[in-house]
């Protein structure tokens, strides 16, 4: 399998990924002190989205990659 088509796939199934979840959140701990026996500490939630067109696009690119690995490996006379 050539690394095109490899790469075709990776970023069909991440275009795919992108479409199933709608981003990407994480957390970040902030400041902390302690008040007699109680520890209180913060926690921030963070979300990155991501774009339903980034996810189309990376469909589309990974299906023209491995398009243009097929021609390279259909012969000449052989396609209509």
Known sequence: ???KRMFGMLLIVLGIAAFAYEG???RTRGSSFDLGNVHVTTER???IPLSPIAGAAAI???LYLMAMDVKKLVPAGARS
Do not use: D, L, Q, R
Request: charged share 0%.
């Open 24 to 26: 990407i959140n994480y």
């Open 1 to 3: 399998m050539s690394p």
């Open 45 to 47: 939630t963070h979300h």
């Open 60 to 62: 589309a690119v990974g």
